[in-house]
């Protein structure tokens, strides 16, 4: 199956910094890859996603890169907020319907 | 409205009885599932249901099983309540369940057993 390792476990930035969570993958089948965000006491939410077909993708002020070669794939926020404080998790999937998470991040905006 | 809803929200329990979490869906979607989210954070999933196939995770006890009355529900049975079941567990639902699609979470159900 597939596994998903993701970096930092934690990470803190000052307001207005960027900040970049890392992924790796392992099944080079996986050709869908979500960012979700989950706040203190609700459930994950997507922010951003990105196929295998693409390369890069942003919205707004934030960004996915993809490296099928090396099965890497990393979210870039720019300009962070307080209200960016969160848990991060990326996954990958393919069309077996199961996605298969990272472990995590949790993002704290310092003020 | 709640996309996907979940309850209850808390369940306090003893170990060694029988509980149930109700999920519902209004998004008209085919497929749901149930993810079990442990102290760590790490989110695993349980099971993956549409009208057609359930395909349940091969490490999860068959303690837990999921009962779908229709299509916008699926719950969740836990049978024999142990320590170690103590999680928060997710119910999300997709459009089709193709994997490559997004996956819309509840809000959670936040389970203690003592």
């Known amino acids: 199956g597939e596994n998903v390792e993701q970096h930092p476990s934690t990470l803190s930035v000052q307001e207005g910094d960027s900040a970049v969570i890392k992924c790796t993958y392992s099944d080079s089948a996986s050709n869908y890859f979500p960012w979700y965000k989950q706040e203190l006491g609700k459930g994950p939410q997507l922010i951003i996603d990105?196929?295998?077909?693409?390369g890069e993708k942003k919205d707004q002020r934030i960004a996915v890169t993809l490296n099928k070669t090396a099965k890497h794939f990393s979210l870039h926020i720019t300009e962070t907020q307080p209200e960016d404080s969160a848990v991060y998790f990326c996954?990958?999937?393919?069309?077996?319907?199961?996605?298969?998470f990272g472990t995590g991040t949790s993002l704290t905006v310092i003020p | 409205d709640t996309a996907v809803s979940q309850t209850p929200k808390y369940l306090v329990t003893q170990m060694g009885n029988d509980k149930s979490i109700k999920c519902e869906q209004n998004?008209?979607?085919?497929?749901m599932y149930w993810y079990k989210q442990d102290s760590k954070k790490f989110l695993k999933i349980m099971f993956s249901y549409n009208n057609k196939e359930l395909i349940i995770n091969e490490t999860v006890p068959n303690r837990f099983s999921p009962k779908s009355p229709d299509k916008a529900h699926l719950n969740l049975h836990i049978n024999s309540l142990e320590l170690g079941d103590s999680a928060v567990y997710f119910c999300?639902?997709?459009?089709?369940?193709?994997?490559?699609?997004?996956?819309?979470f509840g809000p959670g159900t936040r389970l203690l057993v003592l």
């Open positions: 999300a639902s997709s459009l089709a369940g193709t994997g490559t699609e997004t996956q819309y």
């Open positions: 990105i196929r295998s077909n693409v």
């Open positions: 996954a990958a999937s393919n069309t077996g319907n199961q996605f298969y």
């Open positions: 998004l008209g979607h085919d497929t």
